[in-house]
């Protein structure tokens, strides 16, 4: 007779979990075809993983395009292998859209039973079930798990990182047998290539290792390297193939070793940030005045000291528990949270990237309705039920947000279906298979575009990011060296917004436009495809003042090499600091140049004759009256009356001789805040 026990039991601890991620599941997913009438992401970076797991199919893995440099464009490395298997057998084009809903809400149901299981040795089992339906009741990772990104099976690896590792240190049969401890280093593995940030969780399973051994010998502890490899081989890896230990999504997206954040500007930054998380989105309202409630729609209004009360009561069952390093776990899970706060932004794409993390901060009001019923017991016994019922009312907080979510993830599909899905289709119909298409969003265009791609900003085309970075300028000055030098890898056509582009200049005629006004999660309302014209790159690089001698030195303001070059200053520019200009000549012919605006003063070198007189050519925008004092090797070399012609100008100066070296220190101030575009320096004549 067949033994059903087991099978009652399986039922009963995971059936209500199964049963939860099904009804989530259903609810998303009818919704997106409802809308869509097939399966769709909510993101377009979803699409930009489903292109890197096509690469990997196809036996190109880490180039975003066969032939291709390679990129390390996705936030993830792990999630486009997952997926690569299913693409090379068949689920192609929309169809890996089921796959990633498939691990993803698989994901949610092990995320549920992770945050009871951490929850258990702390709280209790009241409070353990209650961390689990809070878990399912999260509309943040509902959203997240119908969007087809990386997230929810993410935030599955860290928190089993978290549980295992303090179930490992707290000992116990089965801690620390040969599987659990290989386990370990595997969850390292996982959450180090799953995200940046999974290299906390991978120190955290290096560290329990080394210091809960399964004996007490070096070699017991020296497992730990296994855990701590992985943390450092992402980095070598990209080192070895790109030539730098930064994947481009750091190089775009991280505020240290962003030129504008520098100093006090990226700890104000990062303060700014911080108010933001604390005092608008653990919030659920806006941090400040003018500022969208970003979080709003997932988080309920004014829970942001009760969220902080948690991570207390974590701590405080943590150390009356003798679960230290498990509260150390969920501790480091939760305030994980806020190493976005070092992004540029993360206030993006329905703020996914924070939501790995809430899982911590789940756990945290578990365990502060476990203080809350352990302080009404002492009351009267019978007020522990306090435990149970608040849990309850959380849950039942978190779930009254679900449906206008679920409605989002709809909505959300269907905008990225109408706009970037729809303009890669047309461009697999309508533009020639040699055609390369210049994009500031990546994933859907190229997916289903089928063409080659240059991304302007830089994730999943290389060397592009620090362009982006620096500004439009600056974009426009690399244009320029790139059509001089390697013209074919530069685009023949665009999709993309013309407002974050921001260069009408080499936008050509429109061919095709995609507008959609209900969605929210787009960057713009209409994007646009357009043939490329560059017809006008290089017209600013001489100056239109005819000077009567040869051109001994130039300095290409935004231009980043030619400010490499000559040593130029930033001296506290901001970003949105730059231009890129057109405009016409007084002789009437069309220029375009990169500058910098809002410029007082500038630091720069030039290559100047020893023992000669000189003199230099500026072009500048400045307003009537402004004045401009130069200095050459510290003494005074010249004085300019700026602001006079309407628009763009040039000036003349002389730089007297120098026997200090052939290479003099310039410095220029000006009167009020100018545009600066071009230095020249020219021989006497």
Known sequence: MTDWAPWKRLLVAYGPIALGVAILAQRAIAGVLHKLGHAGAALDDSYIHFQYARAIAEGHPLRFQAGEPFTSGATSALWPALLAPFWAIGFRDDAIVWVAWAFSFAALGGLAWEAAKLTERLAGRAAAIGAGAMVLAFSGFAWCAASGMEVVPFAWVIARACRRAAEYAEGGEGAHTPRRTWELVGLAWAAALFRPEGALFALFVAVTLGAFPRRPLLRHRAVALAAVAAVVATPLLLLALTGSAKSNTAVVKLLPGNPYYQGPALRAAVEHYLHTMIGGLLNGTPAGPGEPAYSAEFVPSGGAPIAMAGLGAIGVLGVRGRARWRAAG?????????????YYTFLWNRLRYLWPFATGWLVGLACLARVVGDLASAVQARWRIATPVLCGVFAGMLAGKLSGTLDDVAQSASGIDRQQVALGRWAKEALPADARIGVNDTGAIAYFGDRKTFDVVGLTTAGEGRYWVAGVGSRLEHYERLHASAPATLPTHFIVYPEWMGMEMVLGPELHAATVLDSSIL?????????ADWSLLGTGEAPWTKPAGAVLDALD????????????????????EEVAREGTTPEGADVVDGGRTRRTFERFTMRVPVRAPARCIVRLDASEGTRAWVTVNGRPAAQIDAGTADGWEEQTFDVPATDAG???????RFSGAVTTFHYWLISPG
Do not use: K, Q
């Not at 960057?523 to 043939?531: F, L, P, Q």
């Open 557 to 576: 303001v935004a231009d980043l090499e030619s400010e490499a070059a000559h040593g130029y200053e930033l001296l506290g520019a901001r970003e949105n």
């Open 523 to 531: 960057g713009g309302t209409t994007m646009s495809a357009y043939v």
């Open 662 to 668: 052939e290479r003099a220190s310039f410095e220029v």
């Open 330 to 342: 969920v501790l480091l899970l939760a305030l994980t949270m806020f190493a976005p706060c070092f």
